[in-house]
């Protein structure tokens, strides 16, 4: 095991070790917090609370996001809620039921440490989220309303309709703006970061292209924190943001940051199919839709009858028939394997039969139809009365979602089932990071989707955004600490210094290297085909003879795209196809560590399923003897990378197969 | 897998940079499939440009979910094109026909130059929003999330101004170039909810200030604006707005 892998965990119990260790990490005093530059890369959920908070600490932030505003990181286009532990229904949640939903649902493969922290936090969010003016979703008593998501038996979900994502990121987006109006923080929107400065084995500053002019600019920082989302992108087609990227965290990775769990990717259940070639990237159905909606296929293979003619005793049912205690709400990977597994069966709906429906005409009448109509007391209603009724408050849910269905499919989901599939999603690995959300290079943090921390193999609903503000709000604040106490001494470092012109010079040389391929083969179609080669080979299934064979096509897309890739403009200004080219370049690299990972993984668990490792009812079986532990990748030269492995023990949780039946 | 077979004539605005002038260019684009979306079609578009090497139209676009407000299209002379409540990205092939001619340009107003063809700087609203459009409350201050009651109609309406994307078309679609729909949005989710009360004269007034100092127009009540919001910002907030920014000048 490498030395550079230590968790730096406290001593202590459990639910003790987060709030003990809070009060005895080394403090900055304020006047030195003033002299101590921090470098945030990325202003979604994660960076925009952690720019916003630290600047509010007294600290000198930087702040970079790659849209022309930080308001438009992809957190922006999250759904369906945030998770906390607040038992506001009284429905006997707590900080321990969310701690162990969230370690079982990720099939045991996140630390148990880190874990509890978030849920200790999740509670703090909501308040500081509503303090900020978020307005969640309320009920009529003017209390903060539930929703339930998978993988849980409670309700503990908040919302604001279908735009949960949109709603939490304009609230840390108007914190940020406050410090950017009262001069803490240094905004740079439209940069992007192409590489980390090191100095003496630290982090000291990052390379970052202006997008508008084209120019390579030098930053300082005492500390560089990266929080630069996730890599889905790699499969080309995901729900994920166009401009959503490894570049930031890759960089870092060659730079000696070492990647956890890179194959660990989260395939979503519910959205919107593929309709054709030009396909550009894959809606997402929120989650949320599965409390009211109800999954199903044709019992009959290839039946060509519509939606609504297929009698309710023809209907598969297939999650609440093969899970009866969860039902439509059991975890994604699992819910995402069973809807492959009806079509490949035969049983897919749909032009490209690759798709299941998602109906939401029962709960629509019985549920809420029915509630509304006693509530307006109409005795007797008739179905039409109980179906404009329940739209209202259906509208009301999720009409977002509706809409957007609508607007893509042609189809109104009030009067016929959805067709839905599952799509790339999310990104469990990311840069390793101890306890601390440091990496192993000193000085610097990943935060948010950017790194492997909370969600072992296997992510669940609404995790995500309490996952970011958790580490931005609340996390980081504390544990920068032990790093820039030991800073205080340490002068801004002049950007002539020879690291910063190396550095500048190395990112310089490989844009011009881009450039002057000028091949045939635009940036775009290298990414269709290497997507293509991951979602075969590396997506909701993988085998050890079709990882093998990904590994040396990646290669060889890789020789092919540095000789034959065509990069239209010049490196002077706006060049969005310049930008493309560098980002591509970086997911193939990733792509091959990605199959490398899932083939030394022989086992199966949450998102990885390797088809040689399964139970008979085709469960994932997973193999705790030899595989409770993260795979932490060390680059060591191209395409080649050593394993280093970081034990998982769990002290307060009894290790078992998922259940959800 | 469907391939479309519209035949859809665009005249697109190209521009190097803000320092040149630019003009309208004509393109043919073939193979056009009614379930494609508008930016997807710009993508075959730039596909076929890189092939015959010519450099493809830069235009700005991110989530294309109708939720980011990155996308910004004038199109056919209305900002986000021909439907009601849709952002660009969200507009769909389906919503036009074999042989269409599509002029489009990019958002046109003195606070939101030209980087390069469809891209336009929008960071005049990024000040706006430093200039008041938050609680000033730091982390660690707040107190339990059900200690503040909210009635759930004042929180609804809060939750209609809050669902503006920050997009821009309030001010394409406006003859005077106002960005009074954008301001009027964040005042009012603040205004109606309990949290924004302590800052309430002062946001009125600093936002409003910025938006003048950005260089917007003044806004004359024509509507434009609402009619071509894509997450259909109501004019009562402008309504509102004024209230605020009246009872703040005369109380300050
Ligand atoms: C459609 C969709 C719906 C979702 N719904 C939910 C939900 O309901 N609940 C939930 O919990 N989670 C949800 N998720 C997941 C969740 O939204 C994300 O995991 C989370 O928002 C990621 O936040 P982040 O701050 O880590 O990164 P992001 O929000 O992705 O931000 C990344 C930032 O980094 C910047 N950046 C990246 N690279 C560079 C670079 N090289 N240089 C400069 N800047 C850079 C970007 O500009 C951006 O500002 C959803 C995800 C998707 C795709
Ligand atoms: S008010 Fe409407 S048009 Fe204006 S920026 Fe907001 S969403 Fe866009
Ligand atoms: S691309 Fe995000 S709103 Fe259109």
């Given at each position: 095991?490498?030395?550079?892998?230590?968790?730096?965990?406290?001593?202590?119990?459990?639910?003790?070790?987060?709030?003990?260790?809070?009060?005895?990490?080394?403090?900055?005093?304020?006047?030195?917090?003033?002299?101590?530059?921090?470098?945030?890369?990325?202003t979604?959920?994660?960076?925009?609370?952690?720019?916003?908070?630290?600047?509010?600490?007294?600290?000198?932030?930087?702040a970079f996001c790659f849209q022309d505003s930080p308001r438009r990181a992809h957190?922006i286009?999250?759904?369906?809620?945030?998770?906390?532990?607040?038992?506001?229904?009284?429905?006997?949640?707590?900080?321990?039921?969310?701690?162990?939903?969230?370690?079982?649902?990720?099939?045991?493969?996140?630390?148990?440490?880190?874990?509890?922290?978030?849920?200790?936090?999740?509670?703090?969010?909501?308040?500081?989220?509503?303090?900020?003016?978020?307005?969640?979703?309320?009920?009529?008593?003017?209390?903060?309303?539930?929703?339930?998501?998978?993988?849980?038996?409670?309700?503990?979900?908040?919302?604001?309709?279908?735009?949960?994502?949109?709603?939490?990121?304009?609230?840390?987006y108007?914190?940020?703006e406050?410090?950017v109006g009262?001069?803490?923080?240094k905004m740079y929107s439209r940069h992007e970061m192409l590489?980390?400065?090191?100095?003496?084995?630290?982090?000291?500053?990052?390379?970052a292209r202006n997008l508008v002019t084209g120019e390579t600019e030098?930053?300082?920082?005492?500390?560089?924190?990266?929080?630069?989302?996730?890599?889905?992108?790699?499969?080309?087609?995901?729900?994920?943001a166009m401009g959503s990227n490894?570049?930031?965290?890759?960089?870092?990775?060659?730079?000696?940051?070492?990647?956890?769990?890179?194959?660990?990717?989260?395939?979503?259940?519910?959205?919107?199919?593929?309709?054709?070639?030009?396909?550009s990237k894959?809606?997402?159905?929120?989650?949320?839709?599965?409390?009211?909606?109800?999954?199903?296929?044709?019992?009959?293979?290839?039946?060509?009858?519509?939606?609504?003619?297929?009698?309710?005793?023809?209907?598969?049912?297939?999650?609440?028939?093969?899970?009866?205690?969860?039902?439509?709400?059991?975890?994604?990977?699992?819910?995402?394997?069973?809807?492959?597994?009806?079509?490949?069966?035969?049983?897919?709906?749909?032009?490209?039969?690759?798709?299941?429906?998602?109906?939401?005409?029962?709960?629509?009448?019985?549920?809420?139809?029915?509630?509304?109509?006693?509530?307006?007391?109409?005795?007797?209603?008739?179905?039409?009365?109980?179906?404009?009724?329940?739209?209202?408050?259906?509208?009301?849910?999720?009409?977002?979602?509706?809409?957007?269905?609508?607007?893509?499919?042609?189809?109104?989901?009030?009067?016929?089932?959805?067709?839905?599939?599952?799509?790339?999603?999310?990104?469990?690995?990311?840069?390793?990071?101890?306890?601390?959300?440091?990496?192993?290079?000193?000085?610097?943090?990943?935060?948010?989707?950017?790194?492997?921390?909370?969600?072992?193999?296997?992510?669940?609903?609404?995790?995500?955004?309490?996952?970011?503000?958790?580490?931005?709000?609340?996390?980081?604040?504390?544990?920068?600490?032990?790093?820039?106490?030991?800073?205080?001494?340490?002068?801004?470092?002049?950007?002539?210094?020879?690291?910063?012109?190396?550095?500048?010079?190395?990112?310089?040389?490989?844009i011009?290297?881009l450039l002057?391929?000028?091949?045939?083969?635009s940036p775009e179609?290298?990414?269709?085909?290497?997507?293509?080669?991951?979602?075969?080979?590396?997506?909701?299934?993988?085998?050890?003879?079709?990882?093998?064979?990904?590994?040396?096509?990646?290669?060889?897309?890789?020789?092919?795209?540095?000789?034959?890739?065509r990069i239209l403009g010049d490196a002077d200004g706006f060049n969005p196809e310049l930008d493309k080219a560098g980002r591509?370049?970086?997911?193939?690299?990733?792509?091959?560590?990605?199959?490398?990972?899932?083939?030394?993984?022989?086992?199966?668990?949450?998102?990885?399923?390797?088809?040689?490792?399964?139970?008979?009812?085709?469960?994932?079986?997973?193999?705790?003897?030899?595989?409770?532990?993260?795979?932490?990748?060390?680059?060591?030269?191209?395409?080649?990378?050593?394993?280093?492995?970081?034990?998982?023990?769990?002290?307060?949780?009894?290790?078992?197969?998922?259940?959800?039946? | 897998?469907?391939?479309?077979?519209?035949?859809i004539n665009l005249k697109v605005w190209r521009q190097k940079n803000s320092r040149t002038a630019g003009n309208l260019e004509t393109y043919e684009v073939?193979?056009?499939?009614?379930?494609m979306s508008f930016l997807e079609m710009f993508d075959v578009l730039n596909e076929q440009l890189v092939?015959e090497g010519k450099e493809p139209i830069a235009f700005d676009h991110d989530c294309r979910e109708g939720i980011c407000g990155m996308c910004s299209m004038y199109i056919n002379g209305r900002p986000h094109g021909p439907l009601?409540?849709v952002t660009t990205c969200q507009l769909?092939m389906?919503s036009f026909?074999?042989?269409d001619t599509i002029v489009v340009e990019p958002w046109r107003a003195t606070a939101f130059p030209v980087i390069k063809d469809l891209v336009v700087d929008r960071s005049a609203f990024d000040r706006i929003i430093a200039s008041?459009g938050?609680?000033?409350?730091?982390?660690?201050?707040?107190?339990?999330?059900?200690?503040?009651?909210?009635?759930?109609?004042?929180?609804?309406?809060?939750?209609?101004?809050?669902?503006c994307i920050g997009c821009g078309a309030c001010v394409a679609a406006c003859k005077n170039a106002s960005a009074m729909l954008f301001v009027s949005a964040k005042?009012?989710?603040?205004?109606?909810?309990?949290?924004?009360?302590?800052?309430?004269?002062?946001?009125?007034?600093?936002m409003v200030a910025q938006m003048d100092t950005e260089g917007f127009g003044s806004c004359t009540?024509t509507g434009a604006c609402a009619a071509e919001c894509p997450k259909?910002i109501?004019?009562?907030?402008?309504?509102?707005?004024?209230?605020?920014?009246?009872?703040?000048?005369?109380?300050?």
């Open positions: 095991m490498s030395d550079k892998l230590i968790s730096k965990t406290p001593e202590g119990p459990l639910s003790e070790k987060w709030t003990k260790y809070r009060s005895t990490v080394p403090l900055v005093n304020p006047a030195n917090k003033r002299n101590l530059e921090i470098i945030v890369v990325g979604g959920l994660a960076g925009a609370s952690a720019a916003a908070t630290l600047a509010e600490m007294g600290y000198a932030v930087k957190s286009a999250a759904q369906g809620g945030i998770n906390a532990a607040k038992n506001y229904q009284n429905d006997g949640d707590s900080t321990y039921r969310l701690f162990y939903d969230t370690i079982k649902g990720g099939d045991y493969r996140a630390r148990e440490s880190n874990v509890h922290r978030l849920a200790e936090n999740s509670a703090n969010i909501i308040d500081q989220c509503v303090a900020q003016g978020v307005p969640f979703a309320r009920d009529y008593g003017g209390m903060l309303k539930n929703r339930s998501f998978g993988g849980t038996q409670v309700k503990r979900t908040f919302y604001a309709a279908g735009q949960t994502g949109q709603q939490l990121l304009l609230g840390a108007s914190a940020l406050r410090q009262l001069g803490n923080v590489e980390v400065v090191m100095i003496d084995g630290k982090a000291r500053g990052i390379i030098r930053h300082f920082g005492h500390a560089v924190l990266l929080c630069t989302g996730g890599y889905g992108n790699v499969f080309y087609l995901s729900t994920n490894v570049t930031a965290i890759w960089k870092a990775h060659r730079q000696g940051a070492f990647f956890g769990n890179p194959c660990f990717t989260q395939i979503h259940p519910t959205c919107i199919p593929v309709s054709g070639d030009h396909q894959l809606t997402l159905m929120s989650e949320s839709l599965r409390n009211d909606g109800r999954i199903w296929v044709p019992k009959k293979k290839d039946d060509p009858r519509a939606a609504n003619d297929i009698p309710e005793d023809e209907r598969d049912y297939y999650l609440e028939r093969r899970y009866p205690a969860f039902g439509n709400l059991v975890p994604r990977d699992i819910a995402s394997r069973a809807a492959k597994e009806r079509c490949d069966a035969g049983y897919g709906v749909g032009a490209t039969k690759q798709a299941v429906y998602l109906d939401f005409r029962s709960n629509l009448i019985n549920k809420y139809g029915r509630a509304e109509a006693s509530k307006l007391g109409i005795e007797n209603p008739t179905i039409e009365q109980l179906v404009a009724l329940g739209k209202e408050v259906v509208k009301e849910e999720y009409g977002n979602l509706f809409d957007m269905y609508k607007q893509i499919t042609g189809e109104d989901p009030y009067e016929v089932p959805m067709r839905i599939y599952p799509a790339v999603h999310y990104t469990m690995g990311g840069l390793w990071v101890d306890y601390n959300l440091m990496t192993t290079i000193p000085g610097l943090y990943a935060l948010g989707e950017a790194n492997f921390s909370d969600h072992g193999a296997n992510r669940l609903g609404a995790s995500a955004l309490m996952q970011g503000l958790s580490d931005g709000y609340f996390v980081i604040p504390y544990t920068i600490g032990a790093y820039l106490s030991g800073e205080i001494k340490t002068k801004s470092i002049p950007t002539d210094h020879p690291a910063f012109v190396e550095a500048e010079k190395s990112v310089k040389d490989r011009n290297k002057s391929i000028k091949g045939t083969q179609s290298f990414h269709k085909r290497l997507g293509k080669i991951m979602w075969e080979k590396c997506g909701m299934a993988r085998n050890e003879k079709g990882l093998k064979e990904a590994i040396s096509e990646i290669q060889a897309l890789k020789k092919e795209f540095w000789s034959d890739v591509v370049a970086d997911f193939i690299e990733l792509g091959e560590l990605m199959c490398v990972d899932a083939l030394s993984r022989n086992e199966s668990c949450g998102g990885h399923f390797r088809e040689e490792y399964q139970e008979d009812g085709g469960e994932a079986k997973r193999d705790d003897e030899n595989f409770m532990f993260v795979s932490a990748w060390e680059f060591k030269g191209e395409s080649q990378w050593e394993l280093n492995k970081e034990p998982l023990v769990y002290e307060n949780i009894k290790i078992a197969q998922r259940n959800y039946k | 897998m469907s391939h479309g077979n519209m035949t073939k193979g056009v499939s009614e379930d092939s009601q409540g769909h389906r026909k074999d042989g008041g938050f609680v000033s409350v730091n982390t660690g201050n707040a107190q339990d999330g059900n200690s503040i009651p909210v009635p759930k109609n004042e929180a609804d309406k809060a939750f209609s101004a809050a669902a005042v009012s989710q603040l205004a109606l909810l309990p949290q924004g009360q302590a800052e309430r004269q002062d946001r009125a007034l600093n009540n259909e109501s004019l009562e907030n402008i309504a509102r707005l004024n209230r605020e920014y009246l009872g703040a000048s005369l109380t300050k």
